[in-house]
């Protein structure tokens, strides 16, 4: 059974930090194209960042954001630095098959639960 468990998220004030986390179980991820996505309230699912033999962003977050990841421990990573309120989102992992990275999430077959990330202003 595959898993994917997300943390780091958090409250933070405009202009920090935080390092969000996505442990897999059941697949490893370094077979996987591994990707980020954001949903603020009212809003649809949008794409941040994508990684497989490169990494791909978001206009939105090129240059603040930067997506990882480590193969022992099986976990991707994506740092959000300068935060704006803006950026307040459930953040969501999810992985699909290997391959060039896509934005687009009906490529990506399992998904975590989710992380909260609030910025205030």
């Known amino acids: 059974q595959v898993q994917l468990v997300e943390s780091g998220g958090g409250l933070v004030q405009a202009g920090g930090s935080l390092r969000l986390s996505c442990a897999a179980s059941g697949l490893t991820f370094s077979n996987y194209v591994a990707g980020w996505f954001r949903q603020a309230p009212g809003k649809e699912r949008e794409f941040v960042a994508t990684i497989s033999w490169f990494t791909y962003y978001a206009d939105s977050v090129k240059g603040r954001f930067t997506i990882s990841r480590d193969g022992a421990e099986n976990t991707v990573y994506l740092q959000v630095n300068s935060l704006k309120p803006e950026d307040t989102a459930v953040y969501y992992c999810?992985?699909?098959?290997?391959?060039?990275?896509?934005?687009?999430?009906?490529?990506?077959?399992?998904w975590g639960q989710g992380t909260q990330v609030t910025v205030s202003s």
């Open positions: 999810a992985a699909g098959p290997w391959g060039v990275p896509t934005r687009d999430p009906r490529k990506y077959d399992y």
